[in-house]
């Protein structure tokens, strides 16, 4: 059974401590039958070229006792920020939501602005202690001369975090599969797909681990598409030629382990079986061990032979669409 609408007296409660502390219900924009109030946005101060960092509010009323509070972050050189709180006290969600500075959600740096989405969730602090609401990293997004990477963050232990690489609208761009890859074993190649490449970034540890793992990859992967985009096609090849061929080999250790397999299993009876017992049980054994190793990699394998780290075709990445219509903005 839905809940009822939002009564004048419980609108009046909910908002009772965002009024003592300056924050006042926009009546206009929130909606009583879907329980949900809006507060009028309030400005904080900011460093750097933008001025000023909006916030706005959004109070939910679930009508089960319990509340889900978010806060909305914007800024002139950044996507927006959010951060998300649920709990039965409106006042004690308004404090925790001040607890956490805005300007901590933002990162700025050489051609590229990065904004953090968390969650206050229940973590168990490092003495072991009952659990307290932190907040864990959701979703972070970074601007790139116009280039949009989004990071989701799930929040199953084990699982890796989503990559998706956005062109600006009428711009095209040739990304070589192993732009991000070649940043470490924890990242994987792009893929292309209809909204431009995704890709995947492993995440380790616990709530609080994965999300520091996931601040520091959306920097790196943001100072380093910056910095590399900024540049031409073949200085990418030329600072990166050894990763380059790190990830060539890393993709192609599903196809290696399977010919290393077919020579194990042709050479164990000739070289192994009579003469050493041991060795020949050491050897049979080598086959599970590759296999295993295969399904290390941050992408499911893939029996397949990567392309050679060749320099890329075109001298510079961008390429307005424009450019690839023939005849475009000729007359007959």
Known sequence: MPALPLTHHEILELAAPFNRRGRHVDLPASDRLERRLLFKSVDHPAEGACPVTQETLKLESLGTGTCRLTRTLTRCDSPPATLTAMGPDPGA?????????????????PGYFTARSYSMEPVKGASGGAPGLRPV?????AWVEGLKLTLGVPSTRGVSADIQLTPAPGESLELPEDLLAVLGWDWARLIRNTDGWRSKR????????????AEGALDEAAAHLAKTLAASTLRFHEEWAAARWGVFFRRAI??????VLLIIVATIPHLFGSRNPALFMLAFHVPTLLIALSFCLQELPQYEIPPLPRPPRAPY????????????????
Do not use: C, H, I, K
Not at 202 to 213: A, D, E, F, K, Y
Not at 254 to 259: F, G
Not at 322 to 327: D, I, K
């Open 202 to 213: 492993r995440l380790r540890g616990g709530p609080l681990g994965r999300t520091r793992t």
């Open 254 to 259: 599903p196809a290696l382990t399977l010919l």
């Open 93 to 109: 969600l308004l404090a925790l939501m001040d607890s956490v500075p805005p300007l901590e959600q933002f990162r700025a740096g």
């Open 137 to 141: 990293m959701t979703q972070g997004v």
């Open 317 to 332: 990445w961008r390429r307005p669409l424009a450019m690839n219509v023939e005849g475009a903005g000729s007359t007959p």
